[in-house]
């Protein structure tokens, strides 16, 4: 990301940080575990804003309200996207389309704390009740496709019985202490925080920071096709990540990209042709 398009509140965190880590290792844990759980909040590109006003927007009833977002033909089966973390729905504008051309209908959401939904902090379990209270809504989703931080929200929905037949995980984390070291570097923080907040997680939720992950939930789940795409040039999501699950999941698929990082993967028309092929198989 380049320095001119760091929002502001970042760069204040990574001007803080480090000096935090110096006076104080316990106020730098919590202050970590805050950021942790706080999606930043981004400006909606003009192109995606464009594109919302061709959805239906309805209100996902909730602990909050929740924004939530249906493209296409209702009496079609649909697909569910999942954005990531400090995400919106719209991200998948490239996706949708081509989707309602292949006989789907799209319904999306923005999470809890992020886009047009309330909160300002947030966590997996939230996300995942959001996605249980779509499902009541509007029945079982003919497919999930998700982007990065939604990858491990709907493996853990699936986990916990969501009734799923395919996955598309795209530039997912997977891996605990990846997933920590990659806010850790966002912020100038050392792993000394990062095994403290470990700890914390621990005793606050009585099991370990691994067990909020993929690689965790993966091992709970017998019968789901899965299909991951990950970019071999991804700054943000190592493709480390998506090559450990494949192994610890032998029958989901990789698809593997260059050049494309972590965010232009979705708009890749390579990427969303073979998603579809994906889907009709």
């Not at 309805?58 to 296409?72: A, P, T």
């Not at 504008?93 to 209908?105: E, S, V």
């Not at 019985?161 to 996955?167: A, C, D, F, I, Y």
Request: glycine share 8%.
């Amino acid at each position: 990301m380049r320095a001119n398009k760091v929002p502001l509140p970042l760069r204040m965190v990574r001007w803080i940080f480090p000096k935090l880590e110096w006076v104080s290792s316990r106020l730098a844990v919590r202050y970590f575990e805050k950021i942790f759980f706080t999606p930043l909040q981004y400006r909606t590109p003009f192109k995606e804003r464009e594109f919302e006003s061709n959805a239906h927007f309805f209100d996902i009833d909730w602990k909050r309200r929740i924004q939530g977002y249906e493209w296409g033909d209702s009496s079609k089966p649909y697909v569910l996207v999942i954005h990531g973390w400090a995400g919106r729905a719209t991200q998948f504008r490239k996706f949708i389309p081509a989707l309602l051309d292949h006989g789907y209908r799209v319904i999306g959401f923005d999470g809890p704390a992020h886009g047009r939904s309330e909160g300002k902090r947030t966590n997996l379990y939230e996300f995942e009740e959001v996605l249980r209270k779509i499902v009541e809504m509007k029945g079982a989703p003919e497919a999930i496709l998700a982007h990065s931080f939604g990858g491990g929200v709907a493996l853990y929905a699936i986990m916990k019985g969501l009734p799923v037949r395919k996955l598309i995980n795209i530039a997912s984390p997977t891996i605990a202490d990846e997933i920590v070291k990659s806010y850790l570097n966002a912020i100038g923080g050392s792993w000394k925080t990062g095994a403290a907040f470990k700890r914390l997680i621990h005793q606050k939720y009585g099991k370990p920071f691994e067990e909020f992950t993929s690689m965790h939930f993966i091992k709970e789940i017998t019968d789901l096709n899965l299909l991951l795409v990950h970019d071999a040039d991804d700054k943000d999501v190592s493709i480390v990540q998506a090559e450990e699950l494949i192994i610890a999941y032998p029958k989901g698929r990789l698809l593997t990209t260059h050049g494309l990082g972590h965010n232009r993967v979705l708009k890749d028309d390579k990427v969303i042709s073979a998603c579809l092929d994906f889907m009709r198989d």
